[in-house]
């Protein structure tokens, strides 16, 4: 079975700070992993794939197999990254798309 | 702009009542999802397809059905509301390509059951 374990449920930080959302994660395969975010009265929309090593927003994310983490990053805070940011997981290779959230982690970015 | 829209925003049942919520997709995916969102309990998977007349079962099934009789429309269905199903339920689709390129999702449907 797999799980996604964001362990705060609220972040607070000062605009200009840097941030780290944690998440770990516990999959006996290969995973995929993601971040996805919801802006207020927004839709849950793909922040980032680990598979594409790519920063979007200035986030970026580094799966480390031996921690089973996959911790979001940015090294200063916008009032605009102010969200609820839920990290998911997916299996490789077998499994189809199905993903696995964590419980979610809502950041918000003071002035 | 590729879109998942779901019918209704704001839902109000009595218990008891069959309820359907109703998800379209217009970009030709093949997998679709129902999730139920809750705080503190991030986002769970209630029912998933892979095609047309496919279902499978998530990890709470439990008082819902599903229904695809088309490729881009999926049907998640109440059979008999309870209180315990208020909540806000999300669909999502994504491409059926090896490999997960991400889900697009809809804006939600909060239903709440009195």
């Known amino acids: 079975a797999q799980r996604v374990t964001q362990p705060e449920k609220l972040l607070s930080v000062f605009k200009g700070a840097p941030v780290e959302l944690k998440c770990n994660y516990s999959y006996s395969g290969s995973p995929e992993l993601f971040w996805y975010v919801q802006y207020s009265r927004q839709r849950l929309q793909l922040l980032l794939r680990?598979?594409s090593r790519e920063s979007i927003k200035g986030f970026t994310a580094d799966l480390n197999k031996g921690e089973t983490s996959f911790h979001l990053k940015k090294p200063f805070a916008q009032e605009e990254d102010s969200a609820m940011y839920y990290c998911a997981l997916s299996p490789l290779t077998g499994g189809g798309n199905k993903l696995t959230f964590g419980t979610g982690t809502q950041l918000k970015v003071e002035l | 702009d590729v879109k998942v829209t779901q019918s209704s925003r704001y839902l109000v049942k009595r218990t008891g009542e069959k309820v359907f919520l109703e998800c379209v997709q217009d970009m030709d995916h093949e997998n679709m999802f129902w999730y139920r969102q809750d705080p503190g309990l991030g986002l769970r998977l209630i029912y998933f397809s892979y095609d047309v007349k496919m279902k499978e079962k998530g990890d709470i099934p439990e008082g819902y059905s599903v229904s695809r009789e088309k490729k881009e429309r999926f049907s998640l269905i109440l059979e008999s509301a309870s209180t315990n199903q208020t909540s806000m339920y999300l669909c999502?689709?994504?491409?059926?390509?090896?490999?997960?390129?991400?889900?697009?999702f809809g804006s939600g449907t909060r239903l709440t059951v009195v």
């Open positions: 680990h598979i």
């Open positions: 999502a689709s994504a491409r059926g390509d090896r490999g997960n390129y991400g889900y697009t």
